[in-house]
């Protein structure tokens, strides 16, 4: 038998316990998420949150949804059969209504602020429901960007009402079609991979995404113009099996934590520069790229919320903390 000692490779010298000296005996942490790779998420995740851990963890991204289907990701890490994903507000609320609130349109303000929320006292009893009844930690919130309406009709939109009868993609949950309906849209639920086939084939009139995601997945071959509604600063959970986490040492929690922050920091950083950087580019491309009545889109979506069922699932008192910070 080959034995490590004949390789020269005593444990000892490596500094580290015999057995963990092999690859096989490293923590496997798999995330699937539908982001492409050149995603800023993504790339901050693979250049950051990878080495980070790699002393004891190998991580193992699944980008394109390659894994698990948009959705889906939160449930198969409550299962064991996967560790880690990009999970949106959106998708806590399928189980934790609650969590609707950061899916509303107009409350977050933009990156600061939705580190402020994340940080905040008020968010302890929430995250810890998602440890305790999921299974699934919430690391840190990663920052996705203000969502603008891109649409492949020529109709100019000032006010929500220039919205009517517009078929909008939005992603599959209630929450998300929530957003659609108070933005004046049709919406219609369609996984974030579909996206461009449907607007290539005029199955919907447009979509909505903020905008490194829009020119990363070339959204603006098939669509003609974008409209500046920013009507959510869109963020994301890096979402950690809990069962995973209990198994880790403390050194390796922290050192697990800190990736996690140190990534999503480097991912927002990047983003906002190219937030900053791509009207240009879109208008290079030959779409008209505008900001409509932004103040009628606000109204009408924060009423819309106000006035349903679906605020009345939000912890008491918890909009003015939000807007107070
Ligand atoms: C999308 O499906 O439009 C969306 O932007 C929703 C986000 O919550 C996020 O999951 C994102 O897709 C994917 O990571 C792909 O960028």
Redesign the pocket.
Do not use: G, R, V
């Given at each position: 038998v080959l034995g490590a000692a004949a390789l020269g490779l005593a444990g000892a010298t490596l500094g580290l316990g015999f057995g963990s000296a092999f690859a096989q005996d490293k923590i496997k942490l798999r995330l699937s998420?539908?982001?492409?790779p050149t995603?800023q998420r993504a790339v901050s995740l693979t250049e950051v949150f990878g080495p980070a851990v790699a002393g004891f963890a190998d991580f193992e991204p699944h980008w394109n949804a390659s894994l698990f289907k948009?959705g889906t990701e939160l449930e198969a890490i409550a299962r064991g059969n996967l560790e880690m994903s990009?999970a949106?507000a959106?998708e806590l609320a399928t189980i934790f209504p609650e969590w609707s609130i950061f899916a509303a349109g107009y409350l977050h303000r933009d990156a600061e602020h939705q580190k402020k929320v994340f940080a905040a006292d008020f968010m302890d009893d929430m995250k810890k429901k998602v440890e305790d009844e999921l299974g699934v930690k919430l690391l840190t919130v990663m920052y996705?960007g203000r969502r603008q309406l891109n649409l492949r009709v020529d109709k100019e939109i000032k006010t929500p009402a220039d919205m009517a009868g517009i078929k909008l993609r939005m992603?599959g949950t209630d929450a998300w079609q929530f957003l659609g309906s108070a933005l004046g849209a049709n919406p219609v639920p369609i996984a974030?991979t579909e996206i461009y086939t449907a607007l290539q084939t005029g199955a919907v009139d447009g979509q909505d995404?903020p905008l490194p995601?829009t020119k990363d997945s070339k959204f603006y071959e098939v669509t003609k113009q974008i409209v500046l509604t920013s009507h959510l600063v869109?963020l994301?959970y890096l979402a950690f099996s809990k069962k995973v986490w209990d198994e880790l040492t403390p050194e390796q929690q922290a050192t697990v934590q800190k990736a996690a922050d140190d990534a999503a920091e480097l991912g927002r950083q990047r983003q906002l520069k190219l937030e900053g950087e791509l009207e240009q580019f879109f208008k290079d491309q030959g779409l008209k790229v505008y900001t409509p009545d932004v103040d009628a889109f606000r109204t009408q979506v924060q009423k819309a919320y106000l006035e349903s069922d679906i605020s009345k699932s939000w912890p008491e008192g918890m909009v003015d903390k939000i807007n107070a910070l």
């Open positions: 998420s539908p982001a492409t995603d948009q990009i949106s959106q996705l992603p974030f995404n995601s869109d994301n």
